[in-house]
């Protein structure tokens, strides 16, 4: 019976395992449409500014992610390629005014395709940024993509510990549109495994998919 204790604790189950991507303070954190942060106005204690050249002042990320942001911004411009820090964290009282204003807009249905609802959404969990070009080009269009920046950030942001999280083609399990210029910092050897895996965050750590509420 000990040894059989000791191999279950050595050895979690599926589901055990998938409950360390829910704990909000935890890099693997997964935050989607089913699976929203517990408490949903949590924040991180660890918000720092990262040096990098941002669109506004105060942008800020966890000291972990700002450090990988900070290393992949001067990767990018090793290689000639200038990226800018459009949006990084947003707290739950930000997200309720941006969800909000997505809904004026384009009605609920239209805004949960490319915003998420406050407490679902992974830039409130210090983790996730939105980059774009430094002159601007395509600032948060799917365009983005299509630029040297984009396509920049698409082969290299995995060896900083970054992903493209809302890819083309994918928008039946991640519920969003694509967003080639928004990415979640997850660790470089979590990274290096979702892009093994396909690219899909859900799909790579074992969740299912997350198309609606």
Excluded at 50 to 71: K, N, Q
Excluded at 146 to 154: I, K, L
């Amino acid at each position: 019976a000990a040894s059989s204790a000791a191999a279950s604790s050595a050895a979690p189950s599926a589901p055990a395992a998938r409950d360390g991507h829910r704990n909000p303070s935890s890099v693997r954190v997964l935050v989607n449409k089913r699976n929203p942060l517990q408490p949903a106005d949590w924040a991180p204690a660890d918000l720092t500014v990262p040096d990098i050249r941002s669109t506004r002042d105060g942008l800020t990320l966890r000291a972990e992610a700002a450090t990988a942001a900070e290393a992949l911004f001067a990767a990018a411009a090793a290689d000639g390629v200038d990226l800018s820090l459009v949006s990084a964290y947003r707290s739950y009282s930000y997200q309720q005014g941006t969800y909000a204003g997505w809904v004026q807009q384009h009605g609920r249905a239209g805004a949960d395709r490319i915003s998420a609802r406050p407490g679902h959404s992974e830039h409130q969990t210090g983790l996730a940024m939105d980059v774009g070009a430094a002159d601007a080009a395509c600032t948060l269009e799917q365009c983005f993509g299509d630029t040297p920046e984009g396509a920049w950030v698409a082969r290299h942001a995995a060896a900083h510990g970054w992903i493209v999280r809302y890819p083309a083609g994918a928008e039946d399990v991640t519920g969003y549109s694509p967003e080639p210029w928004h990415l979640r910092y997850v660790g470089t050897p979590a990274a290096a495994d979702v892009v093994r895996s396909g690219g899909v965050l859900e799909t790579a750590w074992g969740f299912a998919p997350a198309p609606g509420y």
